[in-house]
């Protein structure tokens, strides 16, 4: 398993204050030698830094691995410059990266990084990486929730008495994301955001979904595969056993990571670039 799981507290300026991140280091991890590639892991709504750590296997998933894994923590809040003027993606894009890169002996180059997530975080994750082509050459979603800017009324209230049951309400939604058609949706549409020009190239994408999650995360899974293939870009889709829930995500874990390290610099102990 990874050496040491470390918590530093950065200054945020985005957001005006402290931020504690989990940061995960490789069992062969020094700072002399090949440096080494990062992956931004995003929780779901209403988890934190440590979720990954307490639902998931993921240490042991990363045995052997050489990547640093970046937990941040946003609550109940999208890692997006959001309806309500919380700046949780400069936060990640101009505080984050800048500091882990400045921290640890990281490979600082697009291809060396890649940013991945479930639900909320699987969504994000996507987002941000095409709306910084320059920064992640990857994206590991878990059940996306990739067209919550599309989102209206609750498509989720037969679930609001069931136990464990988390996925935000229409006013936490709305606090987030603005009313429909506000400017807040559309600079996050995951549509518009695909089929944008750009002169830089895009990343590489790994979607998984369970079959057992909503209906509508499904779909919008599906849809949004469909989309990027459109575009000629190079999609791994997985539809495989499972919910909307932790379970089903440490059963994805080792296809993503493995993705992972077909498609990032760094991921061999030389430092050389894998091929698939």
Not at 66 to 73: A, C, D, G, T, W
Not at 207 to 234: C, K, N, P, Y
């Amino acid at each position: 398993m990874p050496a040491r799981v470390l918590t530093p507290c950065w200054r945020s300026r985005a957001l005006g204050r402290d931020k504690r991140v989990n940061v995960l280091l490789p069992e062969d991890y020094t700072e002399e030698g090949p440096r080494y590639p990062v992956l931004y892991l995003l929780h779901g709504y209403g988890a934190g830094r440590d979720t990954w750590l307490r639902r998931t296997r993921l240490l042991d998933a990363l045995r052997g691995s050489r990547l640093i894994v970046v937990l941040p923590e946003s609550g109940r809040r999208w890692l997006i410059n959001d309806h309500a003027g919380l700046r949780y993606e400069d936060y990640v894009i101009h505080d984050l990266v800048p500091a882990v890169d400045e921290h640890f002996p990281t490979l600082a180059d697009r291809s060396a990084r890649a940013i991945g997530g479930f639900s909320m975080g699987g969504a994000a994750a996507l987002f941000l990486a095409l709306r910084h082509r320059g920064l992640f050459a990857a994206v590991a979603s878990y059940a996306g929730a990739f067209e919550a800017p599309h989102r209206t009324g609750d498509p989720y209230a037969v679930h609001r008495g069931e136990p464990d049951f988390v996925m935000p309400t229409v006013e936490s939604h709305e606090r987030v994301w603005g009313p429909p058609g506000s400017a807040t949706r559309r600079r996050y549409d995951p549509y518009r955001l695909i089929d944008a020009p750009s002169t830089e190239p895009p990343p590489v994408f790994h979607l998984d979904i369970g079959m057992q999650d909503h209906d509508r995360m499904v779909r919008m899974s599906r849809t949004v595969r469909e989309a990027l293939d459109r575009r000629g870009w190079q999609v791994e889709y997985h539809e495989r056993r499972g919910g909307h829930d932790w379970e089903y995500v440490e059963a994805a874990l080792p296809a993503s990571l493995e993705f992972l390290s077909r498609n990032l610099s760094g991921t061999a102990a030389d430092g050389a670039v894998p091929h698939p």
